[in-house]
């Protein structure tokens, strides 16, 4: 087979840059060469299938790793131009109680699906399945990919392979393995957008228990982000979106992270510290863990008065003394768990990790090899939690397939929208 640009990856990344690529040079051959049966299966399945697009609050502070994603989100459509406006998908905000969210208005991810697959139709993009590419080779001024069966030769190619997240839907890392092996650096790869280990010695007794709290990353005793929502304990993690959007964290500070929980926000330790004196007065006859069972489910009640205070729950209230209280009271507000690792890469949203900043141009283009051009999961960047990695899959596969297109005919090459 041959085509003028072939994309290695359909999903969303890589049909956005299809499209864009396709757009920007109508007369060019784009080719998508998807390993799996169907292009779109991730993008199926995000946003637990109501499909989480985009957010409308995008900053900086949204995106981690070494490549500047907001200077490239900033130089493409937003979600209203590409999804409203061109593919004809309604959208709505704030759906699922995220705020800031941006969903499709039929609350399904098919609906944008079969919006991208119309439009790449009536574009004229090929799409081949079934074809995973086992050897990319950079041979006259083009490329020629191997893939079980045969090849394919292309002047451009594109690679939107994603990282190692959720290999169930074909994102299994084997791309970024090709590309090592061409000399292209990546950064360190861990999980992100997933639960964070901890010893299961120390969350013994309170798996299932949901709390709405806030919850800190530190390092070495320095505060590195906070995160408010639901928290959520099981057997060996603490998971919840506010902790997802803690794990890019662990890339960087593996075996010198932990995690301090606020079990009770809304109030100050003053005021937790009246509350159980007055409850201690009031149930004065009664076990220790009616303390606190007017304040939190009974396993957390319970692992509170075992694991802080060292006492069994069955004991007299009146054995917890003025300064149990006040050492209940600092580990309510602040509940130490050491990180000792990250789940594994089927519970992971995202990438931490992956093609360096260095190793493209602001095109996305290759430094070593021209012609060839990275989008999506695949390079160093990793959104929080809540439609911004689908923005950054959107925006850099836009980025990239328009400048593969702008370069066959030795446009500005990425310089200016």
């Given at each position: 087979?041959?085509?003028?640009?072939?994309?290695?990856?359909?999903?969303?990344?890589?049909?956005?840059?299809?499209?864009?690529?396709?757009?920007?040079?109508?007369?060019?051959?784009?080719?998508?060469?998807?390993?799996?049966?169907?292009?779109?299966?991730?993008?199926?399945?995000?946003?637990?299938?109501?499909?989480?697009?985009?957010?409308?609050?995008?900053?900086?502070?949204?995106?981690?790793?070494?490549?500047?994603?907001?200077?490239?989100?900033?130089?493409?459509?937003?979600?209203?131009?590409?999804?409203?406006?061109?593919?004809?998908?309604?959208?709505?905000?704030?759906?699922?109680?995220?705020?800031?969210?941006?969903?499709?208005?039929?609350?399904?991810?098919?609906?944008?699906?079969?919006?991208?697959?119309?439009?790449?139709?009536?574009?004229?993009?090929?799409?081949?399945?079934?074809?995973?590419?086992?050897?990319?080779?950079?041979?006259?001024?083009?490329?020629?990919?191997?893939?079980?069966?045969?090849?394919?030769?292309?002047?451009?190619?594109?690679?939107?392979?994603?990282?190692?997240?959720?290999?169930?839907?074909?994102?299994?890392?084997?791309?970024?393995?090709?590309?090592?092996?061409?000399?292209?650096?990546?950064?360190?790869?861990?999980?992100?957008?997933?639960?964070?280990?901890?010893?299961?010695?120390?969350?013994?007794?309170?798996?299932?228990?949901?709390?709405?709290?806030?919850?800190?990353?530190?390092?070495?005793?320095?505060?590195?982000?906070?995160?408010?929502?639901?928290?959520?304990?099981?057997?060996?993690?603490?998971?919840?979106?506010?902790?997802?959007?803690?794990?890019?964290?662990?890339?960087?500070?593996?075996?010198?992270?932990?995690?301090?929980?606020?079990?009770?926000?809304?109030?100050?330790?003053?005021?937790?510290?009246?509350?159980?004196?007055?409850?201690?007065?009031?149930?004065?006859?009664?076990?220790?863990?009616?303390?606190?069972?007017?304040?939190?489910?009974?396993?957390?009640?319970?692992?509170?008065?075992?694991?802080?205070?060292?006492?069994?729950?069955?004991?007299?209230?009146?054995?917890?003394?003025?300064?149990?209280?006040?050492?209940?009271?600092?580990?309510?507000?602040?509940?130490?768990?050491?990180?000792?690792?990250?789940?594994?890469?089927?519970?992971?949203?995202?990438?931490?990790?992956?093609?360096?900043?260095?190793?493209v141009t602001d095109s996305l283009e290759s430094v070593k090899y021209g012609g060839m051009y990275f989008c999506g999961e695949i390079l160093d960047v990793a959104g929080d939690c809540g439609g911004y990695n689908l923005q950054w899959a959107w925006s850099s596969g836009i980025w990239a397939g328009k400048n593969a297109a702008l370069s066959l005919k030795g446009g500005n090459n990425g310089k200016g929208r």
């Amino acid at each position: 087979m041959k085509a003028d640009i072939v994309v290695i990856g359909g999903g969303a990344s890589g049909l956005a840059a299809a499209m864009a690529a396709k757009e920007t040079a109508p007369g060019a051959s784009v080719l998508i060469a998807e390993k799996l049966p169907r292009t779109g299966k991730k993008l199926i399945a995000t946003g637990n299938g109501k499909c989480n697009l985009s957010n409308n609050s995008l900053g900086k502070r949204n995106f981690h790793g070494s490549i500047d994603a907001m200077s490239i989100i900033s130089r493409t459509p937003d979600w209203h131009e590409l999804f409203d406006e061109k593919l004809g998908v309604a959208c709505v905000t704030g759906s699922e109680g995220r705020e800031g969210g941006v969903y499709p208005r039929s609350n399904s991810s098919t609906t944008v699906l079969n919006a991208l697959r119309l439009r790449l139709s009536s574009l004229g993009v090929i799409e081949q399945c079934e074809c995973e590419i086992t050897e990319i080779k950079s041979s006259n001024g083009g490329f020629t990919l191997v893939y079980y069966g045969g090849e394919i030769v292309c002047r451009k190619v594109i690679i939107a392979a994603g990282g190692y997240a959720a290999p169930s839907f074909g994102t299994d890392g084997g791309m970024l393995r090709i590309i090592k092996n061409m000399g292209i650096k990546s950064e360190k790869i861990c999980p992100a957008v997933a639960p964070l280990r901890v010893s299961p010695d120390r969350l013994k007794g309170l798996k299932g228990v949901r709390i709405k709290g806030e919850i800190a990353a530190f390092s070495d005793g320095r505060e590195l982000r906070r995160e408010k929502g639901e928290i959520q304990f099981n057997e060996n993690n603490v998971s919840g979106i506010c902790v997802f959007n803690l794990a890019y964290l662990f890339q960087q500070y593996e075996g010198r992270l932990t995690l301090r929980a606020d079990l009770a926000p809304d109030m100050t330790t003053d005021e937790l510290g009246a509350y159980f004196h007055r409850l201690r007065s009031d149930r004065c006859g009664f076990t220790a863990e009616e303390l606190l069972s007017g304040f939190f489910v009974k396993n957390l009640a319970v692992w509170l008065i075992r694991n802080v205070l060292g006492k069994s729950p069955s004991e007299p209230i009146d054995s917890i003394n003025d300064k149990d209280i006040e050492h209940l009271c600092r580990a309510v507000k602040s509940l130490e768990l050491e990180v000792t690792g990250c789940s594994p890469w089927q519970n992971a949203q995202s990438t931490m990790g992956g093609i360096s900043a260095n190793q493209v141009t602001d095109s996305l283009e290759s430094v070593k090899y021209g012609g060839m051009y990275f989008c999506g999961e695949i390079l160093d960047v990793a959104g929080d939690c809540g439609g911004y990695n689908l923005q950054w899959a959107w925006s850099s596969g836009i980025w990239a397939g328009k400048n593969a297109a702008l370069s066959l005919k030795g446009g500005n090459n990425g310089k200016g929208r």
